[in-house]
């Protein structure tokens, strides 16, 4: 039978390969050898094989998970499946690059002003928005604002001017919140990038500014201040002097199931849905949790208690903090929502159509068991 298989050291060599790593792949369950010499316990892997270990060899190369290398060589030829799971990698490798450009340049400008203390200033920069843009972006985010004294970052709303657009982010660790709106860009060349943490009173002070009914508003950011100016009025203050958590990593999403449905229909099911009280609330105090179910006809309802647990065939849960739920639907738009699920400890995501950018997301809690 030998003289048929390949040995597993000669796929390792026309593979690309270590011995290691193919043994590693076989206990993983990825690519499982043809036949195992009971004596010896010796691999022998079929011709075939050979094609999957150089398909895997070139996957690992790209950093692509194991579920994800797992994904392409069990999917099924003609299904397409293969090939959405490498877009999805590489549009989070494009992504990280992105984000790896921007932090690099902003590491640069640190080094400037530490080899340059006295002579190097931070950068003042200005723009104008629609006033009801950004009326509606403050909106969108202020729930999520933390207020632990312990973690004085997370209190205010994060302004991150990122070339041509404006995002404004919230989080309090257990939701975060994101909107944002283009910049259109400086005469002579692209907006830049910059980032303040606006206190939460400063950003209360804008919405209430931006209520006067006037059309624009110019933001001037930097330099450790921030300002709003709009229909005659200017509010501005100081910025929170921290460095914001990387938020971009945690909203890179692959949800497993998206639903659409109208933000009353969902608002009214949690409100007289049942719930559950368990110990997930900031620093473990008691909060009501909502179990929302999806079922495989893509159905969304809110479960009983004695159901919370397992989900039904082809359905998945998701249980999450219902107030943190009913505060993120107005943040989601009056009409039509799209959840997006990943699985009981995948966060959240609540979209509002044609509205990419802004989204909240909900982080899970996990439901024990009755027992």
Same mark, same amino acid.
């Given at each position: 039978?030998?003289?048929?298989?390949?040995?597993?050291?000669?796929?390792?060599?026309?593979?690309?390969?270590?011995?290691?790593?193919?043994?590693?792949?076989?206990?993983?369950?990825?690519?499982?050898?043809?036949?195992?010499?009971?004596?010896?316990?010796?691999?022998?892997?079929?011709?075939?094989?050979?094609?999957?270990?150089?398909?895997?060899?070139?996957?690992?190369?790209?950093?692509?998970?194991?579920?994800? &290398?797992?994904?392409?060589?069990?999917?099924? +030829?003609?299904?397409?499946?293969?090939?959405?799971?490498?877009?999805?990698?590489? !549009?989070?490798?494009?992504?990280?690059?992105?984000?790896? !450009?921007?932090?690099?340049?902003? &590491?640069?400008?640190?080094?400037?002003?530490?080899?340059?203390?006295?002579?190097?200033?931070?950068?003042?920069?200005?723009?104008?928005?629609?006033?009801?843009?950004?009326?509606?972006?403050?909106?969108?985010?202020?729930?999520?604002?933390?207020?632990? +004294?312990?973690?004085?970052?997370?209190?205010?709303?994060?302004?991150?001017?990122?070339?041509?657009?404006?995002?404004?982010?919230?989080?309090?660790?257990?939701?975060?919140?994101?909107?944002?709106?283009?910049?259109?860009?400086?005469?002579?060349?692209?907006?830049?990038? #910059?980032?303040?943490? #606006?206190?939460?009173?400063?950003?209360?002070?804008?919405?209430?500014?931006?209520?006067?009914?006037?059309?624009?508003?110019?933001?001037?950011?930097?330099?450790? !201040?921030?300002?709003?100016?709009?229909?005659?009025?200017?509010?501005?203050?100081?910025?929170?002097?921290?460095?914001?958590?990387?938020?971009?990593?945690?909203?890179?999403?692959?949800?497993?199931?998206?639903?659409?449905?109208?933000?009353?229909?969902?608002?009214?099911?949690?409100?007289?849905?049942?719930?559950?009280?368990?110990?997930?609330?900031?620093?473990?105090?008691?909060?009501? #949790?909502?179990?929302?179910?999806?079922?495989?006809?893509?159905?969304?309802?809110?479960?009983?208690?004695?159901?919370?647990?397992?989900?039904?065939?082809?359905?998945?849960?998701?249980?999450?903090?219902?107030?943190?739920?009913?505060?993120?639907?107005?943040?989601?738009?009056?009409?039509?929502?799209?959840?997006?699920?990943?699985?009981?400890?995948? +966060?959240?995501? &609540?979209?509002?159509?044609?509205?990419?950018?802004?989204?909240?997301?909900?982080?899970?809690?996990?439901?024990?068991?009755?027992?």
């Amino acid at each position: 039978m030998e003289s048929d298989l390949h040995s597993i050291g000669e796929l390792a060599r026309d593979s690309g390969l270590g011995v290691s790593a193919l043994r590693f792949y076989d206990g993983a369950d990825v690519l499982t050898p043809a036949w195992v010499d009971p004596q010896t316990g010796y691999r022998w892997y079929a011709p075939g094989q050979l094609a999957d270990a150089r398909l895997l060899c070139r996957l690992r190369r790209v950093g692509l998970p194991l579920a994800g &290398i797992r994904a392409v060589l069990g999917a099924a +030829p003609g299904s397409g499946a293969a090939h959405g799971v490498v877009d999805a990698h590489l !549009r989070r490798l494009e992504d990280g690059l992105a984000d790896a !450009r921007r932090e690099l340049s902003l &590491i640069r400008t640190l080094i400037d002003q530490r080899e340059n203390p006295v002579t190097t200033a931070p950068a003042t920069h200005g723009f104008t928005v629609p006033a009801r843009e950004l009326a509606a972006a403050l909106d969108a985010v202020r729930f999520a604002v933390g207020s632990d +004294p312990e973690a004085p970052v997370l209190s205010g709303v994060l302004f991150d001017l990122d070339g041509g657009v404006l995002r404004l982010v919230a989080t309090d660790r257990y939701r975060m919140a994101l909107a944002e709106l283009p910049v259109p860009s400086a005469a002579g060349g692209s907006a830049p990038s #910059v980032a303040v943490i #606006v206190p939460t009173a400063l950003a209360d002070g804008v919405r209430a500014l931006l209520g006067a009914g006037a059309e624009e508003a110019e933001l001037t950011l930097g330099a450790g !201040r921030f300002g709003v100016a709009t229909g005659g009025h200017r509010i501005a203050g100081a910025t929170l002097d921290h460095d914001y958590p990387d938020y971009r990593s945690l909203v890179r999403l692959d949800p497993v199931h998206r639903v659409g449905l109208a933000a009353a229909e969902l608002r009214g099911a949690v409100e007289s849905g049942a719930t559950r009280t368990l110990p997930s609330g900031p620093h473990g105090a008691a909060c009501e #949790v909502t179990v929302l179910a999806l079922d495989g006809d893509g159905r969304l309802t809110v479960v009983a208690d004695d159901d919370a647990a397992e989900p039904a065939s082809g359905g998945v849960r998701v249980a999450v903090n219902r107030d943190f739920l009913l505060d993120a639907l107005p943040a989601g738009g009056p009409e039509q929502l799209v959840l997006e699920v990943g699985g009981p400890i995948a +966060p959240l995501a &609540i979209r509002t159509p044609g509205r990419d950018g802004t989204f909240s997301l909900l982080m899970p809690i996990r439901v024990p068991e009755r027992g």
